[in-house]
């Protein structure tokens, strides 16, 4: 039987054995444990442990310095070592690299010798008698419950050559539940994100999912155009990952996307959006804790496996409503002149006197619409990052401030920037989930609600 080594193992080997000029070696240990229900009825559940790694190797030559990243499974030495040899042997074929600069040096984590932290199904242990006491009352009142729950504990150790030996541990956790009706003519969804399930009520979803379903009693059918809408949280946490992910500064110096400066150069230092709007990531954010450290596993417009091991802060990428930061590396920042601001993995949304909930937002509201979560967004012009995406799983009709039905899917046209500069209320900022990219790719957000007095239905969906 073959003994896995540990993570710090893995990345000493790897080092060892590397026969580069430098190397970084970034090991992930990954746990998760999940939940899946369909038709009230639990279907599957499980635990899954791997680990990762990626090995990153510099050749100095006379042209500069060439780069190979190599990733894959690997939970033994030899496993490590195969990694290493391709990884030597790319950056001996590859071209010298634009980006390079000296590596991140002697940088050490207090905990880089502690082992990998796991979840395990025990996370679960107060959700899932809730859940199935879920699925009893739905039944019971006629409503069918689908859903999926999950938890991941990653601990990642970023080892190199110059002396980084950073460890951080990333706790992951998400759930959504879809309720439908008898005659499955009706959907609701609610969603959220979370470290530990934590205070995760399963009755409390149920009962979400049964309210929202009882406004679809009624329903109203619409024409496309401009709506008086309300965005809820997810929904504004959907659009302003997409504003985030466009943000890097290269493709804005180079005119290609919707921060460059009109003549050329970007548009750090002009207003964006309304007085009062701030939109920042930071590490050490409450409830968003992320890694305080870069980890790049090959480089692009907006990474550098250069940069590996940069400390990273709160960065504010809109200030007052002016463009102040976008993703940086240290190569693009030597272009743009403006300070080393790479990405973080969370995002948050504030504006200035922003307060209450979705329902006062709605209490507010003459007439007009509130969504649930946007779904299928795509971007069609970068120049203004319009983008474009359906409505799913509840549109609700607001008159004289109260919910009166449900109202048919429509297919929107908007640019999360331009909403940022047209909203007439905001709510308070809470903990959001993006339906759209939340379980796969970015989880960690926090954003209000907004109402935006014309948003754009460009045609109805028939989806239901």
């Known amino acids: 039987m073959t003994t896995l080594a540990t993570p710090q193992s893995l990345v000493e080997q790897a080092l060892?054995?590397?026969?580069?000029?430098?190397?970084?070696?970034?090991?992930?240990?990954?746990?998760?444990?999940?939940?899946?229900?369909?038709?009230?009825?639990?279907?599957?559940?499980?635990?899954?442990?791997?680990?990762s790694a990626t090995v990153i190797s510099f050749v100095r030559t006379g042209e500069g310095t060439g780069t190979g990243s190599v990733s894959g499974s690997a939970s033994t030495q030899a496993q490590v070592t195969a990694l290493v040899e391709k990884a030597d042997a790319a950056a001996r074929a590859s071209s010298a690299a634009e980006d390079a600069a000296d590596l991140v040096r002697d940088v050490a984590s207090p905990d880089w010798d502690d082992a990998p932290v796991p979840t395990d199904i025990h996370v679960y242990d107060a959700f899932a008698p809730e859940l199935g006491e879920a699925f009893r009352r739905a039944g019971s009142a006629e409503r069918v419950l689908y859903g999926f729950v999950n938890h991941e504990m990653t601990t990642t150790y970023l080892g190199s050559t110059t002396g980084l030996r950073l460890r951080h541990v990333q706790p992951t956790g998400h759930y959504a539940c879809t309720g439908k009706n008898a005659a499955l003519t009706e959907s609701a969804w609610v969603?959220?994100?979370?470290?530990?399930?934590?205070?995760?009520?399963?009755?409390?979803?149920?009962?979400?999912?049964?309210?929202?379903?009882?406004?679809?009693?009624?329903?109203?059918?619409?024409?496309?155009?401009?709506?008086?809408?309300?965005?809820?949280?997810?929904?504004?946490?959907?659009?302003?990952?997409?504003?985030y992910w466009?943000?890097?500064?290269?493709?804005?110096?180079?005119?290609?996307?919707?921060?460059?400066?009109?003549?050329?150069?970007?548009?750090?230092?002009?207003?964006?959006?309304?007085?009062?709007?701030?939109?920042?990531?930071?590490?050490?954010?409450?409830?968003?804790?992320?890694?305080?450290?870069?980890?790049?596993?090959?480089?692009?417009?907006e990474s550098s496996v250069f940069d590996n091991g940069l400390p990273l802060s709160r960065t504010d990428w809109i200030r007052d409503g002016e463009l102040t930061s976008l993703l940086q590396t240290r190569h693009s920042a030597a272009m743009t002149q403006q300070p080393?601001?790479?990405?973080?993995?969370?995002?948050?949304?504030?504006?200035?006197?922003?307060?209450?909930?979705?329902e006062d937002l709605v209490a507010g509201t003459e007439r007009g619409l509130l969504l649930t979560c946007l779904w299928y967004i795509r971007e069609v012009d970068p120049q203004s990052l319009l983008l474009t995406g359906l409505t799913r799983d509840g549109v609700y009709l607001v008159e004289d401030g109260e919910i009166t039905g449900s109202v048919n899917n429509f297919r929107f046209n908007e640019s999360p920037v331009d909403l940022l500069g047209?909203?007439?209320?905001?709510?308070a900022t809470v903990p959001s989930f993006s339906r759209e990219w939340g379980d796969d790719y970015f989880s960690r957000t926090a954003t209000p609600a907004l109402r935006v007095p014309d948003f754009n239905m460009s045609s109805v969906s028939q989806a239901t």
Do not use: K
């Open 16 to 51: 060892a054995v590397s026969v580069a000029d430098e190397c970084v070696v970034i090991v992930h240990d990954r746990t998760s444990a999940n939940l899946r229900w369909a038709n009230n009825t639990l279907t599957t559940n499980g635990v899954m442990h791997g680990i």
């Open 340 to 358: 080393v601001t790479p990405g973080v993995d969370n995002l948050v949304l504030d504006v200035d006197g922003g307060a209450g909930s979705v």
């Open 191 to 243: 969603g959220g994100a979370t470290r530990d399930f934590a205070g995760v009520d399963a009755l409390a979803l149920d009962a979400e999912l049964e309210r929202r379903l009882a406004w679809g009693s009624r329903r109203v059918d619409l024409p496309a155009g401009r709506y008086d809408t309300i965005l809820p949280p997810t929904a504004v946490a959907d659009l302003m990952i997409d504003a």
């Open 422 to 427: 047209r909203f007439s209320h905001a709510s």
């Open 246 to 301: 466009s943000a890097g500064a290269r493709v804005a110096w180079e005119g290609q996307s919707v921060y460059s400066r009109r003549g050329g150069g970007t548009r750090i230092g002009q207003r964006l959006a309304s007085p009062g709007v701030h939109l920042y990531s930071d590490p050490s954010y409450a409830g968003l804790e992320c890694a305080p450290f870069t980890v790049a596993a090959s480089s692009g417009n």
